[in-house]
């Protein structure tokens, strides 16, 4: 290849796999079953759907367009569509979120490599109430979390560093696939349970009585979460995309691979939190706190077979952070790559080091440091608010609005139908419809929701 040639995926798998990869992450397994669990099950999975369609699926499309048209990172994309205008620092927005939310990301994924270590010396089995603790402890401890930050940061790097080809897309071939493995496992022993039908009906069969306004706004948000949508990591991906990519199919399809982990994440845990008669609405708690006394319960009969399970889950949780990871660094890694001029190993590095930088501070301002707080809140949950809060609604507005009413449409039209050799112009207005009116009312209810005005 030459220097001046960039670098793409190999293969339609490959694009599918590694964006998917993308997408996937905590948001699913952690995030999409508690949500579930606290917003009535069923009800709440149709409505997420639903979402999907409507806002998950036309927003990455947006941003495929943006990067495979740009054939940049992030920034840059957004310049050469924006023509230099001040729809550029959108752009540069998405690059900052991704680069801030890969700093206090890598502080819960080394969360979920010491789970899976702790699995695997058994120290998830024994006192229930030592279980209870064993998160508080660990996440205040100044050394520990700080440690498996870096370790993971450092796993993220030994890919990237590879580039797009031999790093990221040959790991996302084997992980993608190895995730899903190791998730049909624990399905089939999390449905094996007793009373584990309880589980699988809360999870399928809707109750709508348990429809509300937050249950909508929920799964609202959710759709707009799981599909790692404003940080960045969609358009940088897209920009590796050929000219002959179906922007549709692909989004499509990562769609659905997105949700077929989630509703699987929670084949994992309701059978088996209903069959010890554990509370589904546990919250954020679930998978730290509440989990671990769940799998030695559930497989008290078989506790060799629950520290396995164990195990696996712990392993398949820390896969699909470093997945989603990958995807971040990317992004900030892209960016200084191309824009400073650098090469990429000496990019990786530095973004590394940076979010180690960032991940450590992040990390012990839940222990050591926790009386140093901005505005009310330690720096960990500082980054969570401005990102999560601010910076993600505010970047997928902008960026619905700036395809649906400031670049041509004909450009976007030609982006999406590959020149006109994809037969789905219908479908193109149906799109532009959704991103012209629909998706950006809907980003501007997640908004207010979360800021206590909606």
Same mark, same amino acid.
């Given at each position: 290849?030459?220097?001046?040639?960039?670098?793409?995926?190999?293969?339609?798998?490959?694009?599918?796999?590694?964006?998917?990869?993308?997408?996937?992450?905590?948001?699913?397994?952690?995030?999409?079953?508690?949500?579930?669990?606290?917003?009535?099950?069923?009800?709440?999975?149709?409505?997420?759907?639903?979402?999907?369609?409507?806002?998950?699926?036309?927003?990455?499309?947006?941003?495929?367009?943006?990067?495979?048209?740009?054939?940049?990172?992030?920034?840059?994309?957004f310049r050469k569509l924006s023509g230099g205008t001040p729809w550029m620092f959108?752009?540069?927005?998405?690059?900052?979120?991704?680069? %801030?939310?890969?700093? #206090?990301?890598? $502080?819960?994924? @080394?969360?979920?490599?010491?789970?899976?270590? &702790? /699995?695997? !010396?058994?120290?998830?089995?024994?006192?229930?109430?030592?279980?209870?603790?064993?998160?508080?402890?660990?996440?205040?401890?100044?050394?520990?979390?700080?440690?498996?930050?870096?370790?993971? %940061?450092?796993?993220? #790097?030994?890919? $990237?560093?590879? @580039?797009?080809?031999?790093?990221?897309?040959? &790991? /996302?071939? !084997?992980?993608?696939?190895?995730?899903?493995?190791?998730?049909?496992?624990?399905?089939?022993?999390?449905?094996?349970?007793?009373?584990?039908?309880?589980?699988?009906?809360?999870?399928?069969?809707?109750?709508?009585?348990?429809?509300?306004?937050?249950?909508?706004?929920?799964?609202?948000?959710?759709?707009?979460?799981?599909?790692?949508?404003?940080?960045?990591?969609?358009?940088?991906?897209?920009?590796?995309?050929?000219?002959?990519?179906?922007?549709?199919?692909?989004?499509?399809?990562?769609?659905?691979?997105?949700?077929?982990?989630?509703?699987?994440?929670?084949?994992?845990?309701?059978?088996?939190?209903?069959?010890?008669?554990?509370?589904?609405?546990?919250?954020?708690?679930?998978?730290?706190?509440?989990?671990?006394?769940?799998?030695?319960?559930?497989?008290?009969?078989?506790?060799?077979?629950?520290?396995?399970?164990?195990?696996?889950f712990y392993a398949l949780l820390s896969m699909a952070a470093l997945t989603s990871?990958?995807?971040?660094h990317e992004v900030s890694t892209a960016f200084l790559e191309e824009e400073v001029?650098?090469?990429?190993?000496?990019?990786?590095?530095?973004?590394?080091?940076?979010?180690?930088?960032?991940?450590?501070?992040?990390?012990?301002?839940?222990?050591?440091?926790?009386?140093?707080?901005?505005?009310?809140?330690?720096?960990?949950?500082?980054?969570?608010?401005?990102?999560?809060?601010?910076?993600?609604?505010?970047?997928?507005?902008?960026?619905?609005?700036?395809?649906?009413?400031?670049?041509?449409?004909?450009?976007?039209?030609?982006?999406?139908?590959?020149?006109?050799?994809?037969?789905?112009?219908?479908?193109?207005?149906?799109?532009?419809?959704?991103?012209?009116?629909?998706?950006?009312?809907?980003?501007?209810?997640?908004?207010?929701?979360?800021?206590?005005?909606?």
């Open positions: 290849m030459s220097k001046l040639e960039r670098a793409s995926f190999s293969s339609k798998l490959g694009v599918i796999l590694a964006t998917a990869g993308s997408a996937v992450g905590l948001g699913n397994i952690w995030r999409f079953p508690y949500m579930t669990g606290q917003n009535g099950g069923a009800v709440f999975i149709m409505i997420y759907i639903i979402c999907v369609l409507l806002l998950g699926i036309p927003c990455m499309i947006s941003e495929f367009i943006i990067g495979r048209h740009g054939q940049a990172n992030t920034a840059r994309s959108i752009g540069y927005m998405g690059v900052l979120t991704g680069f %801030l939310i890969s700093s #206090y990301y890598a $502080v819960v994924s @080394g969360w979920c490599l010491e789970y899976m270590w &702790a /699995s695997l !010396l058994g120290k998830l089995h024994g006192d229930p109430d030592y279980i209870n603790t064993y998160f508080a402890t660990f996440s205040q401890d100044p050394v520990k979390p700080v440690f498996w930050t870096l370790i993971i %940061l450092l796993a993220a #790097y030994l890919i $990237v560093e590879n @580039g797009v080809r031999d790093g990221i897309e040959r &790991a /996302s071939k !084997l992980m993608m696939p190895l995730l899903f493995i190791l998730l049909l496992i624990i399905v089939v022993a999390s449905c094996m349970l007793p009373n584990a039908d309880k589980g699988i009906e809360f999870l399928f069969k809707p109750d709508t009585t348990k429809l509300t306004g937050d249950v909508f706004l929920g799964a609202l948000g959710q759709s707009f979460y799981s599909m790692s949508i404003a940080m960045g990591c969609i358009c940088t991906y897209a920009s590796y995309f050929s000219k002959n990519t179906n922007l549709l199919k692909s989004a499509t399809q990562i769609g659905v691979i997105d949700f077929l982990v989630a509703i699987l994440a929670g084949l994992v845990i309701f059978p088996a939190a209903f069959s010890v008669g554990v509370n589904p609405d546990s919250g954020p708690s679930l998978i730290f706190i509440t989990l671990p006394n769940v799998f030695q319960q559930a497989f008290s009969s078989f506790p060799t077979l629950g520290y396995f399970i164990s195990l696996l990871l990958i995807s971040l001029g650098t090469t990429r190993k000496y990019a990786a590095a530095t973004v590394t080091i940076a979010t180690m930088i960032l991940g450590a501070v992040c990390s012990l301002s839940l222990g050591a440091i926790s009386n140093h707080q901005l505005f009310g809140m330690t720096i960990f949950d500082l980054f969570d608010f401005v990102t999560g809060q601010l910076f993600l609604p505010i970047v997928g507005f902008l960026t619905c609005v700036f395809i649906g009413w400031f670049v041509p449409h004909k450009l976007v039209r030609d982006e999406f139908t590959n020149k006109g050799t994809l037969r789905n112009v219908t479908m193109f207005h149906f799109y532009i419809f959704l991103v012209k009116y629909v998706c950006p009312v809907c980003i501007l209810f997640i908004f207010l929701h979360q800021l206590g005005l909606l």
